[in-house]
């Protein structure tokens, strides 16, 4: 069965940090696709980042680029993300997501087939 359990979530100042975390709970492959959403009050759920467990470029949605960071640590079977100055509008809930295969798209929630529970972020101004 699989589990993600994100952690890391908080209420912070806008330009704070905030490092999220996403524990697996099965023993990831070489290709498995993780990816981290969001979703605020009201809105659609949207992509943030993605990686392969293989390494390789990540992606990241444009407006996040620069300030957000997708990372993975093999050994810890964990994906994390570092969200570096944060504004009031990166208030949401965060998900991560494994790819339900190597072909399925990375940004979109539909390429996506486990999610975590979520872990929720206010940033305030």
């Known amino acids: 069965q699989v589990h993600l359990v994100e952690s890391g979530g908080g209420v912070v100042q806008a330009g704070d940090s905030l490092r999220l975390s996403c524990a697996a709970s099965?023993?990831?492959?070489?290709?498995?696709?993780m990816g981290w959403f969001r979703q605020a009050p009201g809105k659609e759920r949207e992509f943030v980042a993605a990686?392969?467990?293989?390494?390789?470029?990540?992606f990241y949605a444009d407006s996040m680029k620069g300030r957000f960071t997708i990372s993975l640590v093999k050994a810890e079977n964990t994906v994390y993300l570092q969200l570096t100055s944060l504004k009031p509008e990166d208030t949401a809930v965060y998900y991560c997501?494994?790819?339900?295969?190597?072909?399925?798209?990375?940004?979109?929630?539909?390429?996506?087939?486990?999610w975590g529970q979520g872990t929720k972020v206010t940033v305030s101004s």
């Open positions: 990686l392969s467990w293989s390494g390789g470029t990540p």
């Open positions: 997501a494994k790819k339900a295969s190597v072909d399925s798209t990375w940004r979109r929630r539909e390429g996506y087939e486990y």
């Open positions: 099965w023993r990831t492959s070489s290709d498995v696709g």
